[in-house]
């Protein structure tokens, strides 16, 4: 079992930068594919960014360029670093874990998912 917590959300304007951060639980955290999901209002949820167990890194093409995915195994913690950000990246974001395989653009790949964290961007 795997418990996931995101922090690091909050209201940046237009071109500004956040950082979140995703802490799990669990003493085997480092064989776990990793990623970022996010979900704005009345739409599906959405890939964002995934780690695998080896750092192996892969985007969406909206966020290519601007976020960047990391992991801390020491620490159990994923990051996600986003900059310029634009108004249509405001969504509540989720990170997930995945105990098989790579990462995957997939949300049903993923078995544990945490609570999310609101990122509002203002115009």
């Known amino acids: 079992q795997v418990q996931l917590v995101e922090s690091g959300g909050g209201l940046v304007q237009a071109g500004g930068s956040l950082s979140l951060s995703c802490a799990a639980s669990g003493r085997t955290f480092g064989s776990y594919a990793m990623g970022w999901f996010r979900q704005a209002p009345g739409k599906e949820r959405e890939f964002v960014a995934s780690?695998?167990?080896?750092?192996?890194?892969y985007y969406a093409d909206s966020v290519k360029g601007r976020y960047t995915i990391s992991r801390d195994n020491a620490e159990n913690t994923v990051y996600l670093h986003m900059i310029s950000l634009k108004p249509e990246d405001t969504a509540v974001y989720h990170c997930a874990a995945k105990q098989y395989g790579g990462g995957s653009a997939s949300p049903r790949s993923y078995e544990y998912w945490g609570q999310g964290t609101q990122v509002t961007v203002s115009s």
């Open positions: 780690i695998s167990w080896n750092g192996g890194t």
